[in-house]
T-cell receptor, first 115, second 113 residues
Framework: GESVGLHLPTLSVQEGDNSIINCAYSNSASDYFIWYKQESGKGPQFIIDIRSNMDKRQGQRVTVLLNKTVKHLSLQIAATQPGDSAVYFCAENRSYGGSQGNLIFGKGTKLSVKP | DTGVSQNPRHKITKRGQNVTFRCDPISEHNRLYWYRQTLGQGPEFLTYFQNEAQLEKSRLLSDRFSAERPKGSFSTLEIQRTEQGDSAMYLC???????????FGEGSRLTVL
């Protein structure tokens, strides 16, 4: 039978367009959120983080938005490039400043960039 | 290359055998983490060290799993009496002062036949 989890949500965008990757989290006690990028055959790579006392944070070509009311997180990538093709994971931490070992990762979204 | 090194990169073993993975973190990082990742899933936390002290262990870490970081530098993850369900990518990461910014290695892929 079909195995849930082998079918990642996918997003296909044209090179140069903006990408928006969404993530929902479940625990309202989570106070720190991170986005990671994982290319094929490699470990996840840190992109950007945001604390729960913020709504928005910008990096180089990336913006993370946090909506605590609906427990939603998004990653926006401006002017998407072929090198952005990867699986993107959101992760949450439930005890910023205390125990820092346990990041809870989502299932991931596969971004494909068409040239 | 993040600077975190894992060995071996691939390990194929028969059910019931023991395997050991090694992780060399970034030298100035005092935090070290082990995660497990299966196909199509995000990484799952296994355990965490600060220096040589193992501070957290996931319920996923059964008594067949043991991790050590004897001198606060490299770490080993041993799986005893391997089962087919142990087949996965085992990821090591280290971090410095910035919480949540983990530097992952490329992983050790385990296949249990």
């Amino acid at each position: 039978g079909e195995s849930v989890g082998l079918h990642l949500p996918t997003l296909s965008v044209q090179e140069g367009d903006n990408s928006i990757i969404n993530c929902a989290y479940s625990n309202s006690a989570s106070d720190y959120f991170i986005w990671y990028k994982q290319e094929s055959g490699k470990g996840p790579q840190f992109i950007i983080d945001i604390r729960s006392n913020m709504d928005k944070r910008q990096g180089q070509r990336v913006t993370v938005l946090l909506n605590k009311t609906v427990k939603h997180l998004s990653l926006q990538i401006a002017a998407t490039q072929p090198g952005d093709s990867a699986v993107y994971f959101c992760a949450e931490n439930r005890s910023y400043g205390g125990s820092q070992g346990n990041l809870i990762f989502g299932k991931g979204t596969k971004l494909s960039v068409k040239p | 290359d993040t600077g975190v090194s894992q060995n071996p990169r691939h390990k194929i073993t028969k059910r019931g055998q023991n395997v050991t993975f090694r992780c060399d973190p970034i030298s100035e990082h005092n935090r070290l983490y082990w995660y497990r990742q299966t196909l199509g899933q995000g990484p799952e936390f296994l355990t965490y060290f600060q220096n040589e002290a193992q501070l957290e262990k996931s319920r996923l870490l059964s008594d067949r799993f043991s991790a050590e970081r004897p001198k606060g530098s490299f770490s080993t993850l041993e799986i005893q009496r391997t089962e087919q369900g142990d087949s996965a990518m085992y990821l090591c990461a280290s971090s410095g002062t910035r919480v949540g910014e983990l530097f992952f290695g490329e992983g050790s892929r385990l296949t249990v036949l």
